[in-house]
């Protein structure tokens, strides 16, 4: 008995997804939980596990392929008469059973929460791909015995809105389906330019999803960016005496973890810069919790991960808390729940020399700090110019919710607290 896996939907509401890397081969044998293949949605990069045991007759994407949930790419030989689903939707736990193998790497099925997807007596019937001779690009018909062009209706109006002829293309779906991706990237080609001259690297993936984002933000959200330049001299000496305690072996204490520590303290004297603009009840939605979003620069782009109720972490904890966070980032395993839900964030521009910037609002947040890199300078200390260690902060807020006076006294109580550290248990 053949079963098919299909491209399930690994994030809210996500349509398509990236083949990156297969770790099974046509001829392996799998086990059902077993992990078999790494994709890329619009969101992170996730593996997913096989739904049943068998043996792998055929793979129907090769990695690189872009591929939409609900396709198959997966065909598994299984033993018959087992009721296996074909897809990954986990069934209920029997009396005897108690745990689930895990859906996404990073996320699991919670004991007795999960419910078999009720089935249907009668299917309707799938939209298969259209199989007809298509005209030549010159306009003639297609010599007889000539292979058809597998194509679905939508695909084939697409082309014919677009006047590209489906003969001049080469499908990259099963069985050689002309699918819209390769419409789209046909009718996008570009002009022929001499060889070496130009690059072209394909907009998918999280890179397609971050511009997207970012255009989304900046054209709905008025933004206001203020700045402030500080002494974080205090700040610095603190930072070397808390990485120099026993409480802290073996975890990196960087200024960034001050800095996220003041944004936090000054959020709970300032909720309203934590909370979001609801167009559709004409709401402002202020958030009683702090998922503090961390900007990460990865190989596939930007992402911005979030702390959940960072507000609620001791020092230590918010240390192990962004460590484990740029860990993740960086080997490219961030699980999409932790890319949901941010209230307000911070870009550690810093860290790549930069003084500061004006970073866009990430959707759905009102307010995101831009850390600078931290110089020595001079700076005037009781009338005398000493060198000091000084950095400069930048606060892009959204200015339908957060006033001139808000942000500036947000962010002055940021840069108080960062310039005199004791002050921080004052503003508390």
């Not at 997807?117 to 030549?136: G, I, L, N, Q, Y």
């Not at 499908?171 to 389906?177: A, D, E, K, V």
């Amino acid at each position: 008995m053949l079963k098919q896996f299909k491209f399930p939907d690994v994030g809210e509401g996500l349509t398509e997804g990236e083949i990156l890397k297969w770790h099974i081969q046509p001829g392996d044998t799998v086990a059902d939980g077993q992990l078999i293949v790494e994709v890329e949605t619009a969101k992170a990069a996730v593996e997913l596990p096989c739904p049943f045991d068998g043996v792998v007759t055929e793979l129907h994407a090769a990695e690189g392929a872009t591929v939409e949930v609900g396709a198959p790419i997966l065909t598994v030989e299984v033993k018959a008469g087992r009721d296996l689903t074909s897809d990954l939707v986990p069934e209920q736990p029997a009396a005897e059973e108690s745990e689930k193998h895990a859906v996404l790497v990073g996320s699991g099925v919670k004991p007795g929460r999960t419910v078999r997807r009720a089935r249907r007596t009668s299917a309707p019937p799938a939209e298969k791909p259209v199989t007809e001779p298509s005209p030549r690009a010159n306009g003639a018909p297609a010599p007889n015995g000539s292979p058809a062009v597998l194509a679905k209706p939508p695909v084939r109006k697409l082309a014919k809105d677009r006047g590209i002829d489906l003969a001049d293309l080469v499908g990259t779906g099963p069985g050689g389906t002309v699918t819209r991706a390769d419409v789209e990237a046909y009718g996008s080609a570009p002009p022929v330019v001499p060889s070496g001259r130009e690059q072209r690297i394909p907009v998918k993936g999280v890179r397609k999803q971050t511009a997207l984002a970012m255009v989304a933000s900046a054209f709905t959200a008025p933004h206001v960016t203020e700045f402030l330049t500080l002494d974080m001299t205090r700040a610095m000496e603190l930072r070397d005496r808390i990485a120099a305690s026993a409480e802290f072996s073996g975890v990196k204490v960087s200024p960034l973890l001050l800095v996220a520590k003041a944004l936090l303290l000054a959020v709970r004297r300032h909720p309203m810069v934590n909370s979001s603009w609801d167009e559709q009840r004409q709401e402002i939605v202020v958030k009683d919790y702090i998922n503090l979003g961390i900007a990460a620069a990865t190989d596939r782009g930007l992402i911005v991960p979030n702390i959940k109720d960072a507000g609620t972490l001791s020092l230590r904890q918010l240390a192990d808390a962004l460590a484990e966070l740029t860990q993740t980032a960086r080997a490219g395993k961030t699980p999409p729940a932790d890319l949901a839900g941010g209230t307000i964030s911070i870009t550690n521009v810093g860290v790549y020399g930069i003084d500061t910037g004006t970073p866009i609002l990430p959707p759905g947040e009102s307010a995101i700090l831009a850390f600078g890199a931290v110089r020595e300078m001079p700076w005037v200390v009781d009338g005398q110019v000493v060198p000091r260690q000084v950095t400069q902060l930048a606060l892009s807020f959204d200015h339908r919710i957060i006033d001139g006076q808000l942000g500036s006294e947000f962010l002055a109580d940021i840069g108080t607290m960062l310039s005199d550290p004791a002050m921080a248990l004052a503003l508390a």
